[in-house]
């Protein structure tokens, strides 16, 4: 394999690239999987409820009805 990354014409680095069976793991952290999946499972939680991985739902709807009822207060008191 190293044969055909040195007679590669396409090759313009003109150094020997490592062989594809090895990998970066030496080099990568061994949380990288738990991280990726927490932030998948953040991004999912956001997409299905609206609320971000810091508040829980109920406090989320309890700011969103709280707000709700700030504008409707001032449309109403503004109509009198």
Known sequence: ???????????????DDAPPT???SNFVADYGFLVD??????????????????????QAISEQL????LIIGCFCRSSK
């Open 22 to 24: 090895e990998t970066i």
């Open 37 to 58: 999946a927490y932030s998948l499972g953040c991004t999912i939680r956001y997409m299905m409820t609206g609320c971000p991985p810091h508040k829980s739902v109920s």
């Open 66 to 69: 709280s707000f709700l009822e």
């Open 1 to 15: 394999i190293k044969n055909a990354v040195k007679n590669n014409p396409t090759n313009t680095s003109g150094t």
